[in-house]
Each structure stands twice: as structure tokens, then as C-alpha cells.
């Protein structure tokens, strides 16, 4: 069974930056995708990134803000606004489904919280 923790949350102001970690156990960067999601009270999970190897997608509404690494699957995360107050989780999935629907994701990690205050 796969192990995923995210760390690096914390309160930042807005337009500022912030770095999350996403740390896995038997991890296959050739065979395993890896997406990332934030929780907002009241809403639906969100997705806001996939990668595979070095293929990487983002959502709309995060794309020219947020870059996952290749390296390290760490989510970067920048021009950061009021709404991006969220918990964060990154999660793995079978590769091969719609890397948006949250309810593809088999594993998933405990979620860092992030507060962007204005």
C-alpha cells in the first residue's frame, strides 16, 4: 500500500509564495500519477495538478501560478490569493482515468493546511 504526506503548509500573506512537499513510498515515477487537490469548506475537491514522469497538467484555474516539480512532486505556489485557503493533499491513482475526478485516487495523504490572509 502506498504512503503519501504533505508538509509546508502554514499562513502566508497574499501574493506571496509557498512550496508544499509531498513525500511517497513506493513510488514509481514511470508508472505511478500523482495529482494534487485542495479542500475548501462548502466546496467540492478540487483538482489542480497531475504528473506522470514529466508530464504534467494543470487545472485552469491554477495554471501560471502553481508548478508541481518532476523532481520531487513538490507543489510550488505563487501569487497566491485569499481563495487559494485550502488543505492541500497530494494523492495517487491508477494512470490512465480522468486525472480530475478526486475519486479516481486510491491513496492519499493526511493534507497540510495553507491560510492566505490579505
Not at 487545472?59 to 502553481?66: E, I, M, P, Q
Amino acid at each position: 500500500e502506498m504512503q503519501l504526506m504533505e508538509s509546508g503548509g502554514g499562513p502566508v500573506q497574499a501574493g506571496g509564495s509557498l512550496t508544499l512537499s509531498c513525500v511517497t513510498s513506493a513510488y514509481d515515477p514511470s508508472r505511478t500519477c500523482i495529482g494534487w487537490f485542495r479542500d475548501v469548506p462548502g466546496k467540492e475537491r478540487e483538482g489542480l495538478g497531475s504528473i506522470l514522469s514529466r508530464t504534467i497538467k494543470y487545472a485552469d484555474s491554477v495554471k501560471g501560478r502553481f508548478f508541481i516539480s518532476p523532481n520531487n512532486l513538490s507543489l510550488h505556489m505563487s501569487h497566491l490569493e485569499p481563495e487559494d485557503t485550502a488543505t492541500y493533499y497530494c494523492a495517487a491513482r491508477v494512470c490512465g482515468v480522468p486525472w480530475l475526478d478526486y475519486r479516481n485516487y486510491r491513496f492519499w495523504g493526511q493534507g497540510t493546511h495553507v491560510t492566505v490572509s490579505s
